[in-house]
């Protein structure tokens, strides 16, 4: 979806210089701190993110990152004469609320940028706001195919919307990604397939399904859940008579907790494999003990082990930020900074101040944005897409995401 990389100085600077504490709340219209620049230009990157209910680990960490992102450009002045602020809106993993945060960036003329949202469906429902607005969006987490490619990508790839760009890569790889593990490796040949109906959730799914079949594997019983749902008795039943060998949801964790746990105490001792929305601490919280050998793919490798990303781990933990960064920390990071590398070049172009029709000169710069960052080499290719396509599988093992290989979709 999403559903979680970095930067590298020393730890004296990192201890130091960025001994900073989370600024704001939870609240919608979360204005973020800076360090700034003196007086000059303020230029404002939004973000929007659930930062309540269900899935709020995840925002909360888009939030704190792009908020790092920012106080770093402004403790670097990276961009002479401009002090960068971020503004948080909740979009409570809601379309609706997600509109209404794209109609009140657009409103408020120092906003340049928007790091954002999380879901996928959300996406849908802002992006024609910001693009009749021209206000670039970079999404850390939507791995909807369609929202960089058009409703028919899979026959004719035709780019919606110039003002969209991402990050992560998306489903037209992760679900592949994952069917080519459950099969060849994991040696799983029957699967049993849900999903949560939502944008992510059944395109996930349907990419998953279709590798899979390609690959020889059989599906034995397909599902669709209410989202809202925490009584999976009845699928569960379904997925312990069908003598499938794999559960593959499409979805996120505060479903599929409680969907892994249930199918295990209705007798179906089969792992569970999901998407990056199911790659968070908390799902193992939900699934219980028995949630060792479930799987999740996300996007990149891990931000731990990626050398692009220390700083970044240590510049958070040092900042004091309440919440973890959880799976788009560093991607969120990325978008924040790729904002900022589109100002640098807009003001750098323009004498050193900001043009009249910033936002557009943002937008149309963001396309040849290119830079090492914390997930690694971050630019776009003709859709908006991250040119990055690197995919990790993960299994939890003593209650945590452990990684167990990485590497692209070999199609």
């Not at 700034?36 to 309540?52: E, K, R």
């Not at 978008?335 to 101040?353: C, T, Y």
Request: net charge neutral.
């Amino acid at each position: 979806m999403r559903q979680r990389s970095l930067i590298a100085i020393t730890a004296a600077l990192a201890a130091g210089a960025l001994t900073l504490t989370a600024c704001g709340s939870r609240d919608s219209g979360d204005k973020g701190s800076d360090s700034g620049n003196g007086d000059g230009t303020t230029v404002v990157i939004g973000v929007d993110a659930p930062l309540t209910g269900d899935l709020s680990a995840m925002g909360l960490g888009i939030k704190n990152s792009a908020d790092l992102a920012v106080r770093n450009a402004n403790k670097k002045e990276f961009v002479k004469g401009v002090t960068f602020k971020i503004e948080a809106l909740d979009d409570q993993a809601q379309p609706s609320a997600g509109q209404q945060n794209a109609s009140k960036f657009v409103s408020e003329q120092e906003v340049l940028g928007v790091v954002g949202p999380l879901n996928s469906s959300v996406a849908e429902s802002m992006q024609k706001v910001f693009d009749d607005n021209k206000l670039v969006e970079v999404s850390p987490a939507n791995t909807g195919p369609a929202l960089t490619q058009g409703a028919d990508w899979q026959k004719k790839k035709v780019r919606p919307y110039k003002s969209y760009f991402r990050t992560s890569t998306t489903d037209a790889i992760q679900g592949p990604f994952a069917a080519q593990y459950v099969y060849n490796t994991a040696k799983k040949k029957k699967v049993f397939v849900i999903d949560d109906k939502k944008t992510y959730g059944s395109g996930l799914a349907a990419t998953f399904t279709e590798e899979f079949k390609k690959l020889g594997g059989k599906v034995v019983g397909t599902e669709h859940i209410n989202p809202d749902a925490k009584d999976f008795s009845a699928v569960a039943t379904k997925v312990k008579n069908s003598g499938a060998e794999v559960v593959y949801y499409g979805g996120e964790y505060p479903q599929a907790g409680p969907l892994s746990k249930q199918i295990k105490a209705a007798g179906a001792k089969i792992p569970l494999v999901g998407g990056d929305g199911i790659k968070d601490d908390t799902f193992m919280k939900l699934a219980g003990a028995e949630a060792t050998g479930d799987l999740a793919t996300s996007v990149g490798a891990p931000v731990e082990d990626l050398p692009s990303a220390k700083q970044f781990v240590a510049d958070y933990k040092a900042a004091g930020y309440k919440e973890e960064y959880s799976a788009y920390g560093g991607y969120a990071y990325d978008s924040a900074w790729a904002i900022i590398e589109a100002v640098k070049k807009v003001v750098d172009a323009n004498g050193g101040k900001l043009p009249t029709d910033a936002r557009a000169k943002v937008t149309e710069a963001m396309q040849s944005v290119s830079f090492d960052g914390v997930t690694g080499k971050v630019s776009f290719d003709e859709y908006g897409d991250a040119t990055n396509k690197q995919l990790t599988v993960y299994a939890v093992k003593n209650g945590a995401w452990v990684p167990v290989k990485s590497g692209t979709y070999t199609g």
